[in-house]
């Protein structure tokens, strides 16, 4: 779930190692969340949240590359990108149930795990373990908007880019150049300096 983690492109990760990848819990509480997980597929372009909308669901990323953003005067905005080993969640949604500021879409053809955030929360109210993994979860996730924030905030689009292609660097191979300047805030055309400066 944490991007933050220098990632190999179009690797499978499969639900054990993508649950325990927050935080190991004993295989009793493991099954209890894999038996509510269901493995489903999706194409490229396929939006999975739309913002101003209560989202009930969460996903894991098997396979594949998303996107969040949100629109600023009729501009898409990329928030941040999640591949294999992701979550993928509304956190507005997840913690208070209200409606979330971002949509999430697919950039590649996904595999993903799905699972109902109630089904969740009741396995919460009777698994101490599986409680715990959840408030993980939604710390670790919390601790990587912090950061995006701070890295938006303080530091220059070279800098930022060079950030990005450390801890993600399959992203150039599979992303639109288009949308990694959304997301450093810049032109495509001030990206193709960057990315010659940077070589």
């Known amino acids: 779930m944490d991007s933050m983690i220098p990632q190999r492109a179009n690797t499978t990760w ?46 894991f990323l098997a396979k594949g590359i998303a996107h969040a ?29 209200q409606p979330g500021y971002e949509h999430i879409e697919l950039l590649e053809p996904c595999k ?3 699972l109902k955030t109630a089904s969740l929360y009741e396995l919460y109210n009777s698994d101490i373990h599986i409680a715990n993994w959840g408030r993980k ?11 995006q924030l701070m890295s938006k905030l303080f530091k220059t689009a070279s800098e930022r880019y060079q950030e990005l292609i450390q801890k993600q660097p399959s992203l150039l191979q599979r992303v639109p150049l288009g949308t990694i300047a959304s997301y450093l805030g810049i032109s495509q055309v001030t990206l193709s300096r960057i990315r010659a400066e940077v070589r």
């Open 14 to 59: 499969d639900i054990d190692k993508i649950i325990t990848r927050s935080l190991d819990i004993p295989v009793n509480s493991l099954r209890k969340i894999t038996d509510i997980v269901r493995s489903v597929e999706f194409p490229k372009g396929h939006l999975l949240f739309r913002g101003g909308k209560v989202e009930h669901d969460m996903y």
């Open 112 to 114: 993903l795990y799905h």
């Open 69 to 97: 953003y949100y629109y600023h005067e009729a501009n898409k905005v990329t928030l941040c990108f999640n591949s294999e080993g992701d979550a993928l969640i509304s956190l507005k949604s997840y913690i208070q149930h």
């Open 137 to 147: 979860l939604a710390e670790l996730e919390l601790i990587k908007a912090e950061e």
